[in-house]
């Protein structure tokens, strides 16, 4: 079956500008996470949702980032007057249910380069 | 909070060989999980084995097996008969068991399975 997808693969930016990532999760998994994970390190958790809504965004950086997934299917991260800083790859994953007893299946990324 | 330290950064092995891959991990929690993740050149997270803290028997799965140390908050993991197609950066991950808690991962190690 289709896995977690995420567009666009790679996504190249002036710093200033304002760049949507797109994760497209397994149907019917109702827990979304979005990671980030900068060159040399581990993921990063930005922020999770439950359904339609966020359940956690204690990890988004600040308010420059946003996510949304108004239908609970489909979730975007919004990145606004990006900086430098914020290149990265950007990794969504899903799962049936939250909490560790579900697997997260992660998506493939996002390479976010800000010029 | 929690944290997840790997010691090597990079390791390599002879095709055939055991390697073993080094975890450690801070927390207060009682009951949690712990993960290895598998990340080949494509990006995509793959998780590889899991182990629920109360649980005193180590996981194993096929070639993989961890030795789970509570007390010494320890966690490795073990490839046996390593194939080319093991190559690739290895992530260990922390989850709390309970309440909607994202993984949180140790900044891996680059592993490369030598012909």
């Known amino acids: 079956g289709a896995g977690v997808s995420q567009t666009p693969s790679n996504k190249v930016t002036e710093k200033g500008k304002y760049v949507e990532l797109r994760c497209d999760p397994i149907?019917?998994?109702?827990?979304l996470y979005w990671y980030r994970q900068s060159l040399g390190q581990g993921p990063e958790f930005l922020i999770y949702?439950?359904?339609?809504?966020?359940?956690?965004d204690s990890g988004l950086p600040n308010d420059r980032f946003f996510a949304v997934r108004p239908e609970g299917s489909v979730s975007t991260l919004k990145i606004q007057r990006t900086e430098r800083g914020d290149s990265a790859v950007y990794l969504c994953?899903?799962?049936?249910?939250?909490?560790?007893?579900?697997?997260?299946?992660f998506g493939p990324g996002t390479r976010l380069t800000v010029t | 909070a929690q944290t997840v330290t790997q010691s090597q950064p990079e390791m390599s092995v002879q095709e055939a060989e055991t390697v073993t891959l080094s975890c450690t991990y801070d927390?207060?929690?009682?009951?949690?999980?712990l993960f290895w993740y598998k990340q080949p050149p494509s990006r995509q997270m793959i998780l590889v084995i899991r182990?629920?803290?109360?649980?005193?028997q180590n996981a194993t799965e096929n070639r993989f097996s961890v030795n789970f140390q509570k007390a010494a908050k320890s966690f490795s993991l073990k490839i046996s008969d390593s194939q080319l197609g093991d190559t690739a950066m290895y992530f260990c991950?922390?989850?709390?068991?309970?309440?909607?808690?994202?993984?949180?991962f140790g900044k891996g190690t680059r592993l490369s399975v030598i012909a």
């Open positions: 994953a899903s799962s049936l249910g939250s909490g560790p007893s579900y697997e997260q299946y």
């Open positions: 149907s019917g998994h109702t827990a």
């Open positions: 949702f439950q359904g339609t809504g966020a359940a956690d």
């Open positions: 927390t207060s929690e009682n009951n949690y999980y």
């Open positions: 182990q629920e803290a109360y649980k005193q």
């Open positions: 991950a922390f989850m709390k068991h309970s309440g909607n808690t994202p993984l949180v």
